[in-house]
């Protein structure tokens, strides 16, 4: 029998970490396994970029996705700073930068994503950062502690983050952004309201539903315009307004795309020979019934796993309900399930207290929650979202009914 070729994944990062960790520790996959990347670190966690390592308390070493030692340990071979530049799917074959050529038997594409540019006259100045990698987070990180006045363009998870952090620094702060709250489109008018309110409790000049203009300078920024015609003061820009997801490869190779990496509930791609994860990945959801694409930490992981089960031959379905976290001024944040259309919102304790939370009710069905700084909250949450009954708002507002409490009861058989 010929030699199997193994196993190829495109992108070193957490989805691809973890499918070459989930393929040798859980499934004995014993075949070749090579995790290509195009940044020379190895595989590390983003979500501290934002936060501590930012902030300079995290050490570069925290952010290992595995052990370092894993890789050599389980013969994964590592090809680092080398952008997968061309793949053919029915040769099986993946090129590396110009003319190393790998060929596979399987491949994972764990792209990822990079951040949307910001389209405006001044956007190329000196000062203007973006946040995607660890490169970004150390020369951010430098510049803010350098900075008098930031202007964050952008109210989303990223930029609330970046612009807690910079208050951390003592920055003086703005965020600006179109919508009426920050996280609008997540949380809506009047939770949006409750975070929008701590931002500007922790000295944040709060731009809302006013986008940039321009930004003004000669050689770097000196301030920002807004639609609505103000002029904010700024030696510092900080773009988070979303991101793209990394697909030109898969594109190129003939896969079927549409904002993200089409794949089926297994993250089967349109070719027998590849699949798609994390980020890049956007998946037939069984739980929603449409496809969806999830720029989640948690996500990244139940995809890498779930891939590796593809790959050996044993497909599970993903279908978990969605998961992030957040931190901003120290209060950790948790949103479960996919930003509601529905506009009933239950909640329970007090803004801005410890275990206050929002659930989001669609025909009296919970679809989506956020629990702040209730540790061992989520996990309950998610059941409840997952189980798709429609439960009492008095007991969702009740602070005196644990969270477990809200899961639908099993009938005792
Ligand atoms: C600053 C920041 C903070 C975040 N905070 C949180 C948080 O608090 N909570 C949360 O739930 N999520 C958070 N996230 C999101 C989470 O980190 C992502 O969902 C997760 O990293 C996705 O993992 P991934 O492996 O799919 O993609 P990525 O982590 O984007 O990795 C993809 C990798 O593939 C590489 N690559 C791309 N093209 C090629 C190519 N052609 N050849 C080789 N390599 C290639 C990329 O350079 C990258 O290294 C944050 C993200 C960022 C950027």
Redesign the pocket.
Known sequence: MAADPGVVI?????????AARALRLDHCYDGPITL????N?L?Y???????GY?LGTIEPGELDVLEPRFYADQDVTLALG????ALDLDARRVR?GRNVELAFGQVLI??????RRLRVPGADLDGVHY???RD??ERLGAALRAASDVVVIGAG??GC??AAAARALGVRTTVVDPLPAPLYHVLGDRIGGLLARRHLDHGVNLLTGDGVEAVLGTRSVEAVRTVAGRRVPADLVVVGVG?TP?T??AEAAGLRVDGGVLTDGHLRTSHPAALA?????RHRHPRYLKPVR???????VV??TAAAATLAGRPTVVDHVP?????QYGSTLEYVGLPATSDRVVTRGVPGEPGFTAFWLDRGIPVAALTVDNPGAAGHLRGLVAAGHSADPRRLADPDVPMADLLPRVPAS
């Open positions: 495109i992108g070193a990062s957490l989805a691809g970490a973890q290509v990347g195009d940044e670190h595989p966690q983003r979500p501290a970029l934002s936060k930012l080398a952008p997968a530049t590396l764990a792209t990822g994503a990079r951040p946040l995607r990698d970004d987070s998870w990223l983050e970046v991101v990394n030109e490869l994860a994390g980020d890049v990945a999830i720029e989640h930490w948690d996500n990244a995809h890498g998961y992030f976290f957040s931190t």
